[in-house]
């Protein structure tokens, strides 16, 4: 018995050590990057490793966030993410509501629709043509308006709907109260939680958006974050980050690809606690049920 | 509203047939909860005209489509954009390459997430294991081109953190990403990185509604850990496994187009190309809409096929499929 412990406590601490291992391999880019891009460039420039700066220095991220380009690109992707996500909470919550109503005439045809949505894709084309056909290219809302809804949210939300007490509604239409009434000052204050966690996941989604806005924005100035950031950090093309007229020094570009790239995982690192809470949530109570 | 009500009280002497009375009930419904079918309508609307007028856009690939004359002045030309993908030599690399990629995904990928799962099971300290849980979750949540980008940063072969550190060990410098023959590993490793621990949601699931009374008997007879693990844990979600694994064939025909296009470079085309970058490549940036959209089309059809059967899979083994 007594040997047995030891065997198993030797067991147990490997263990911890090797996912320690794998989560601190997992961090280190991270890590690397946001120790790089606070790093003072003339001690990157000499020592090219740095993994524990000498000197700290916000340099990269002052010369960065006074280039047009980038600023401009960072209010794109702020609009996307903020508008996009409104407009996509309200479609999709508006359909999976209605959908969650056993009184809806269509709803199991337009479910078996919606669900071959998720199984069949007619590809880049087709989209990209619909897209063209509508005037939608070079238009920031080619990149909201295709992706305002999809099949998996729409049933998710459904399937959330259907778990709050049909009384509610019931009692709602019973005093008068429109489906659309029901919906907005009641259903949604009520799913607020749910909302909250769709709507992060919609954001990110914007936020992360590139190849929507690869295919239908020509126009650099219209760019989001992340396209930018291709160019900056894989096509290695000189995009102006240098406003007109500027006479500074300019910080390696290593150092400036690194604090880009941290800016644009700021947002996303923000909202994470929240979503993280969220999906953890979910995750048991679909353990508990199953 | 009281024009279709007038008009729908002129016809209702006339019809007596039980179509008749289909179509009282629909709209007798449609007139009842107006309000919940306006709720409805902005997203059918969504569907109908991002995602069902798209289907019918499909029709190209049977065409010589043409911008100028749309679709439905262009001329048909049958099955010809297909033939001419079967003929061409590109056709068997596409297939390649996408199997390659997808298969080392099966192999070193699947595995992956739920050897993490059954380490982190076995974690006693909480606190622990939440913070190797938020750490592993993260890159889930990260775009690809943050992740080509950190890529890049650490692997380039010119300025990269691992060539630098080779070079100040006295090592040659790797060609780690320009390198057709370690393409295909390094795509698997970065989509490792970024999705494994996203991947372990569902089996810790899993092993969470393991009852515990389970783990107790065992222990009274006398088994370690390494011994629960095998005839309690693993047995407990093998179900799980088995779906995700037949879904995985399924989805044999996906590989991550932003990850294969953002890494992608013209040393390695001969390995990187797939369906998805040739759609792209041939459409868009070459304007051959016709034969891209069959190439889409054709990956579209084997991708619902394989689905489907893999779908009647997992039924066939009493379990719930995905639809």
Partial sequence: MHRLKWSERIGQSLNAIVLGLLAVAMFFPLYYVFVVSFTDPGEYLQKKIVLFPQRWSAEAYTYLLST????????????????????????????????????????KVLMFLIVLTILFSPGIIPNYLLVRELGLINNIWALILPALANGWTVLLMKNFFDSLPAEISEAASIDGCSAIRTWYTIVLPLSMPALAAFGLFFAVGYWNQFFAALLYLNDSAKWPIQVLLQNMLLNASNIDLVAPG??????????????????????VLMVYPFIQKHFAKGAMVGSVKG | M?????????????QTSSKRNRRTKWLSALRRDRSLYLLALPGILFFLI????????????FQDYSPFRGILGSEWVGLQHFTTLFANPDFALLFRNTLAISLLNLILFFPFPILISLGLNELRNMTYKRLIQTVIYMPHFLSWVIIAGLTLLLFAKGTGLINELFA?????????????????IMVTLQAMWKEAGWGTIVFLAAM???????????????????????????????????VLLILRLGDIMEVGFEQIFLMYNG?????????????????????????????GLFKSVVGLAL?????????????????
């Fill in chain 2, 50 to 61: 991002f995602k069902y007028i798209p289907m019918w856009g499909i029709v190209i690939a």
């Fill in chain 1, 246 to 267: 500027q006479q500074v020094e300019t910080p390696p570009t290593e150092m400036l690809k690194m604090a880009a790239i941290i800016v644009a995982i700021l947002p």
């Fill in chain 2, 307 to 323: 689905v489907v059967i893999a779908n009647r899979l997992v039924k066939r083994m009493g379990q719930e499929g995905v639809y």
């Fill in chain 2, 208 to 242: 969470a509604s393991v009852d515990t009374q389970l783990y107790e008997a065992a222990r009274m007879d006398g088994a370690g850990r390494l011994r629960q693990i095998w005839h309690i844990t693993l047995p407990a979600i093998r179900s799980v496994i088995v």
């Fill in chain 2, 168 to 184: 100040l060990w006295g090592w040659p410098r790797v060609d780690f990403l320009t390198n057709p023959d370690s393409f295909w």
């Fill in chain 2, 2 to 14: 009281s024009v279709t009500e007038q008009h729908f009280s002129t016809h209702k002497g006339r």
């Fill in chain 1, 68 to 107: 047009p380009a980038f600023a401009r690109s960072l209010g794109n992707s702020a609009f996307l993410a903020t508008v996009g996500t409104v407009c996509s909470l309200a479609v999709s919550s508006s359909l999976a509501y209605a959908l969650s109503q056993k009184r809806f005439y269509f709803r």
């Fill in chain 2, 267 to 295: 040393a390695v085309s001969e390995v990187a190309e797939v369906f998805d970058t040739y759609v792209y490549r041939t459409g868009i940036e070459q304007g051959d809409f016709s034969y891209s959209t069959a190439v």
